[in-house]
């Protein structure tokens, strides 16, 4: 089993900066694979980024490329979403998960909900104008 567990949000200006953590426990964290998705009311979870085990591959939404950076930090169990730039759209409740045991050949499915294993239960960002 592993928990997760995301902090960070809040209310923030457009065009201002915002980090999300993801602590996570359990299993071991250096295993996983592991996402940011995001979801408005009414509307389907939606692909956010992603990081593989080692930090080393990253993947990112066309919507937030250039503006958001994933990271991670095995030592301490945590992954982090970095938020710069944001706008009105990126108002939505912020989801982390974790994929277990995920291949090199595997990673680039990491944008399907469908590849996760756990899931937090979401910290809420909300940009005002």
């Known amino acids: 089993q592993v928990q997760l567990v995301e902090s960070g949000g809040g209310l923030v200006q457009a065009g201002g900066s915002l980090r999300l953590s993801c602590r996570a426990s359990?299993?071991?964290?250096?295993?996983?694979?592991m996402g940011w998705f995001r979801q408005t009311p009414g509307e389907e979870r939606e692909f956010v980024a992603a990081i593989d085990w080692s930090a080393g591959t990253t993947y990112y939404a066309d919507s937030v490329k250039g503006r958001f950076t994933i990271s991670r930090d095995n030592t301490r169990n945590t992954g982090y979403l970095q938020m710069n730039s944001l706008s009105l759209e990126d108002t939505a409740v912020y989801y982390c998960?974790?994929?277990?045991?995920?291949?090199?050949?595997?990673?680039?499915?990491?944008?399907?909900?469908?590849?996760?294993?756990?899931w937090g239960r979401g910290t809420q960002v909300t940009v005002s104008s």
């Open positions: 998960a974790a994929a277990i045991g995920y291949t090199p050949a595997q990673y680039p499915s990491l944008p399907a909900l469908g590849s996760y294993d756990y």
């Open positions: 359990g299993r071991t964290f250096s295993n996983h694979a």
